[in-house]
């Protein structure tokens, strides 16, 4: 099986990293306790909230030669909240809400908290 390929009575459907990384990044935003995704520059150390229309640059999507689904969150959180309980409610919605978008096995999350901020 192709990396990214699922197979059925029609034929194949291939599913793009970036369309799981969209798709993933609006399921997580509506996590409690996430302001949004993060970019983090190289040149500068700076980080900065995406936009979302670019949210997809704030998640890393990786398929396994098995098939399967690494993602990496870089998250920007809300002031106040756990950090423990955001991150544990964000694997359980991301896990099951992209696993039954894909049909696809999501094998790792890996989380990234880039900063803190108050919410308006």
Known sequence: MVKGRLDNE??????????????????????????????????????????????RKG????????????????????????INAVCDNLIENVKYKVEAFTGMEIEKIKIYVEGVRSID
Request: glycine share 8%.
């Open 10 to 55: 029609m034929g194949q459907i291939e599913v793009k990293p970036d369309v799981i990384a969209s798709y993933a990044g609006s399921v997580a935003v509506e996590c409690f306790g996430i302001v949004g995704m993060a970019a983090v520059s190289m040149k500068d150390g700076l980080v900065k909230i995406l936009r979302r229309d670019s949210m």
């Open 59 to 82: 998640i890393s999507v990786t398929i396994t030669p098995e098939n399967k689904l690494q993602l990496a969150f870089h998250l920007i959180v809300a002031y106040g909240v756990n």
